[in-house]
């Protein structure tokens, strides 16, 4: 029986193992379908770790090749075959061998292929996860020691390209991405803190930054975020707001909405929200450990990529105003 299991498509895919594959005899017999003569779309279901000379075999059980002699010599010769992926596969029967590695190499017909996003949140991985036909409960899972005693899942599904195969659970998936997180978290020293700021604090960072600015900007603004907290300043940030709200991806915050009865709400509550916001990836990780220097306590988004930094209140008023104008004007649109 084939194991289920998951498999990050970024750390190696299906082990194309073919040795020992007999080579092919000189035949009068066809050993390939002809090109033109396609049928109906079938699915195959590959399995983390599934041999190549096994996928041919039941590429030529469905009908989608003549040979599987041929495609496992195919697939020999095309080191681009290491990169079929676990998942169900849609693909054309009748079939020449390349066209079908090719179909079986397009993430398109993958519906087993799920991608988190830098910045998403949990509640868009599980939106992923069901549209992938991932289901199952949500049980309690494994978080790594060094981030505490928290529960939440919000900031440790770390973003990558996955390939799940068929059969594979929400929990499973759910734990290969807190693996993935907990193998970065640990390489680049996460676990070691910043300072007096424990690990989860420098996630909670990470997730504020991939939020709330360019990647070329991501030290500057943690050095914003320490700056203040040094002082107890509120952060008074909107993507705290937008996240309490649900509004994420809005531009401007009303002031209503900075008075939201909330945790998150960085307006109203000083120090860092109580949960990471959305799922970092390895620039705003590993900005967060490393800020920037400098003196700054307030920074603004006057236009797209345009994002400047201040210690003076006064000037910030003023891209304030130059931030509204732009915004009038249409430039974030």
Same mark, same amino acid.
């Given at each position: ?5 998951? %498999?990050?498509? &970024? !750390?190696?895919? +299906? ?5 020992? @594959?007999? $080579?092919?005899?000189? =035949? ?120 505490? %005693?928290?529960? &939440? !899942?919000?900031? +440790? ?5 996955? @390939?799940? $195969?068929?059969?594979? =659970? ?164």
């Amino acid at each position: 029986m084939k194991r289920r299991s998951v %498999k990050i498509v &970024s !750390l190696g895919l +299906v082990t194309m193992l073919l040795a020992g @594959a007999a $080579a092919l005899t000189l =035949s009068s017999e066809p050993t390939d379908f002809p090109q033109g003569s396609e049928g109906p779309e079938v699915m195959i279901s590959v399995a983390e770790g599934e041999t190549g000379s096994a996928i041919a075999l039941e590429l030529a059980r469905l009908g989608v090749i003549l040979s599987s002699k041929t495609f496992t010599s195919l697939a020999i010769s095309n080191p681009s075959a290491r990169g079929i992926s676990p998942g169900n596969h849609r693909i054309q029967s009748h079939i020449p061998s390349k066209i079908a590695l090719s179909q079986l190499l397009d993430s398109a017909r993958n519906s087993g292929l799920v991608k988190v996003i830098e910045g998403t949140t949990l509640s868009d991985v599980l939106l992923a996860l069901k549209k992938a036909s991932i289901t199952g409960e949500i049980r309690s899972h494994k978080l790594p020691s060094f981030l505490g %005693k928290t529960q &939440s !899942l919000e900031g +440790v599904l770390f973003p990558a390209s996955y @390939a799940f $195969a068929s059969g594979t =659970s929400v929990h499973d998936a759910l734990m290969m991405m807190i693996t993935n997180f907990e193998k970065v978290a640990l390489s680049s020293g996460v676990d070691k803190g910043y300072g007096s700021y424990s690990p989860y604090d420098l996630v909670k960072v990470a997730s504020l930054l991939q939020i709330e600015g360019d990647p070329s900007d991501y030290s500057k603004i943690a050095r914003v975020i320490y700056n203040r907290l040094k002082i107890s300043m509120p952060l008074q940030l909107n993507s705290t707001v937008q996240y309490a709200n649900n509004t994420r991806g809005r531009i401007a915050l009303s002031r209503n909405a900075t008075q939201i009865r909330s945790p998150y709400n960085t307006y109203l509550h000083t120090g860092l929200p109580p949960t990471p916001i959305s799922n970092p990836g390895l620039q705003a990780i590993s900005a967060a450990q490393h800020p920037a220097d400098g003196d700054w306590l307030y920074f603004i988004t006057v236009k797209p990529h345009d994002t400047r930094f201040t210690k003076s209140f006064a000037e910030f008023q003023g891209w304030v105003t130059l931030y509204n104008k732009n915004l009038s004007l249409g430039a974030f649109r």
